[in-house]
């Protein structure tokens, strides 16, 4: 039996992707309403919830929970397929590799929040969130960034490879004792 994927997993998922609603919608054929309804955890049909899932899964997408029948997910999440660990003999081309070992972007989307509220919780510019998304490192903020998440229970997901330069299986989810 396939399962649907919580809402803060398929935010996740789009935000990994750097997709806007509009064209997940056109990938997944799906309305753009259905994929607002499914991100914010309002009544859509599993059908659209599974198509989403298959869209995400087919550009390398792993969705991340665990539960008991019955009840709801936790641990929820996603990140980039990748090998199962550093040096498990897997070829690293066939997997997506990102520059960087953290998606701020994908920790923002599970939290449901903006730049401006990521910003202002976390003492930091609407600027500087928004290049740390980007991809721009700067090392103070971006360490400041990245333990603020961790604290509101983001586990950050991936490893990093010498040879290669590029983080693999990155993505978040939601930290033990956390939804």
């Known amino acids: 039996m396939r399962v649907p994927a919580p809402a803060d997993a398929l935010r996740v998922a789009r935000a990994l992707l750097m997709l806007s609603q509009r064209e997940a919608a056109e990938g997944a054929k799906v309305m753009q309403k259905s994929i607002s309804a499914a991100e914010t955890s309002k009544s859509v049909l599993l ?7 298959d869209f995400y899964s087919s550009k390398g997408i792993l969705f991340l929970g665990a539960g008991t029948v019955g009840e709801e997910v936790f641990r929820s999440g996603a990140r980039w397929i990748g090998p199962d660990a550093p040096g498990d003999g897997t070829v690293l ?7 960087n070992e953290v998606s701020f972007r994908a920790a923002r989307a599970l939290l449901n929040k903006t730049q401006a509220q990521v910003a202002e919780a976390a003492n930091l510019t609407v ?9 721009a490192r700067a090392r103070g903020p971006h360490q400041a960034l990245k333990e603020w998440y961790q604290h509101e229970g983001v586990e950050f997901t991936g490893w990093g490879n010498v040879s290669t330069g590029k983080f693999y299986g990155v993505g978040v989810r939601w930290m033990s004792g956390r939804p």
């Open 47 to 53: 059908e659209t919830n599974l198509n989403l899932v």
């Open 93 to 99: 081309s066939m997997f997506h590799g990102e520059k």
């Open 127 to 135: 600027d500087v969130v928004k290049g740390l998304e980007s991809e």
